[in-house]
């Protein structure tokens, strides 16, 4: 009885919350309402992949070993087990955790919405290889600038080879989208991608 009364209590809170935001704010509510509502497949992809951040920081991790087959398919899919570093993974997930709360100049350089599509390559409109690249074009080869580099990203297998690629979070956060922008390209010397000009 006391948990159903506590449960009640907490819903009238939230629902009184969510009644004064709309009652201040009524365009900008509309407006998160018709964006979140049209695109509610990219909302929800991404609030399950925060779900899953969260539940590790409230876990110190721990979830990640419990839960390991949401984790493995969230992070490395395809990926036999036997390829995945696990505690390297477990490591690596606080520094991502980490940067992207600590450092606002990081987290700048990926603006993201909560709406935004799943991007599994780099947007050609956007970007162009530099005249002095000498490697393949669909590729980095194995350039130890980028982030996987920089951040020894336990999915960056040997020989060049992205255990993590098409997995959710790289189509949803940071890898998919790399470069957008000349900050991106800058932070990691990038020597393929240039801006369009």
């Known amino acids: 009885m006391k948990k159903a009364i506590?449960?009640?209590?907490?819903?009238?809170?939230f629902a009184a919350i969510v009644?004064?935001?709309v009652?201040?704010?009524?365009?900008?509510?509309a407006r998160v309402w018709i964006t979140v509502t049209g695109k509610p497949k990219n909302?929800?992809?991404?609030?399950?992949?925060?779900?899953?951040?969260?539940?590790?920081l409230a876990t110190g991790g721990l979830s990640m070993f419990v839960l390991f087959p949401l984790y493995k398919q969230a992070f490395a899919p395809r990926a036999k087990l036997s390829e995945l570093p696990v505690f390297k993974l477990w490591a690596h997930?606080?520094?991502?955790?980490?940067?992207?709360?600590?450092?606002g100049a990081y987290r700048k350089m990926y603006p993201?919405?909560?709406?935004?599509?799943?991007?599994?390559?780099t947007d050609r409109s956007l970007v162009e290889i530099k005249p002095t690249w000498a490697g393949e074009d669909g590729n980095c080869d194995a350039c130890e600038n980028t982030c996987c580099g920089r951040l020894k990203c336990p999915l960056f297998g040997e020989n060049g080879r992205c255990l993590g690629y098409d997995s959710i979070f790289f189509n949803y956060f940071y890898c998919g989208r790399y470069p957008e922008n000349q900050a991106q390209i800058?932070?990691?010397d990038c020597p393929k991608w240039q801006l369009k000009e």
Do not use: H, Q
């Open 6 to 13: 506590k449960f009640l209590l907490i819903l009238l809170m």
């Open 19 to 21: 009644l004064s935001l």
């Open 23 to 29: 009652i201040m704010f009524p365009k900008k509510c």
């Open 43 to 56: 909302v929800a992809i991404r609030l399950y992949l925060y779900g899953l951040f969260g539940l590790f």
């Open 93 to 103: 997930i606080y520094k991502v955790i980490w940067r992207s709360v600590t450092d």
């Open 112 to 121: 993201s919405e909560i709406t935004d599509p799943p991007k599994l390559n």
């Open 186 to 188: 800058d932070y990691y």
